[in-house]
């Protein structure tokens, strides 16, 4: 009983730990795009605006499916012991 509350916690540990990263590359991002404007790499803000038009939305819905479904739904075990 005391493994799995161990294992809890560092899978808890680690995924905090993935949005802290995912986050701080995200602000990175923003800041050094916005900083270097010559360097020809688009902000988030610019990114995010062409998400407004319907064809970029749908394979915007499209792609994020597609990588759920690769990352997440195919690495489940909902029988254990399968």
Known sequence: MIRTREVAMGARTASL??????FGLV????GFTLARRDAGWLPLTEIVEAVRLPVVRWVAFALWL????HVF????EILPGK
């Open 17 to 22: 730990l993935g949005w802290a990263v995912a």
């Open 66 to 69: 597609w990588v759920g479904w």
């Open 27 to 30: 602000f990175v991002w923003q």
């Open 73 to 76: 739904v195919r690495t489940w």
